[in-house]
Nanobody, 120 residues
Framework: QVQLVESGGGLVQPGGSLRLSCAAS????????AAWYRQAPGKQRELVAH??????????YYTDSVKGRFTISRDKSKNTVYLQMNSLKPEDTAVFYC???????????WGQGTQVTVSS
């Protein structure tokens, strides 16, 4: 089974930035839609952003609450997907997960996620 490993989380002050990385055990990110999700305490897991596969143009999507602040990208040579997060807010505090999606469904088991805490 594909292993997903998220990293890059941590404690940051409001207004700060973090870049999350998602590495996979195989080259799975180039040709399918890659996505970032987050799950805040007491909340449902929500889709944050996704980037389409190379064959479909690599278009991006962001949920309204992060639009203009977060950027999803991929590095083909490293088989890695990134989430650059700027202007972080306390309400961004959550465990962030990555996955690949097809027709709205996650394709692989969830990894451990990476904790993002935004607090002064």
């Amino acid at each position: 089974q594909v292993q997903l490993v998220e990293s890059g989380g941590g404690l940051v002050q409001p207004g700060g930035s973090l870049r999350l990385s998602c590495a996979a055990s195989g080259s799975i990110f180039n040709f399918v839609t890659a996505a970032w999700y987050r799950q805040a305490p007491g909340k449902q897991r929500e889709l944050v952003a996704h980037i389409a596969g190379i064959t479909t143009g690599g278009s991006t999507y962001y949920t309204d609450s992060v639009k203009g602040r977060f950027t999803i990208s991929r590095d083909k040579s490293k088989n890695t997907v990134y989430l650059q997060m700027n202007s972080l807010k306390p309400e961004d505090t959550a465990v962030f997960y990555c996955n690949c999606i097809r027709n709205g469904f996650p394709l692989y088991p969830w990894g451990q996620g990476t904790q993002v805490t935004v607090s002064s």
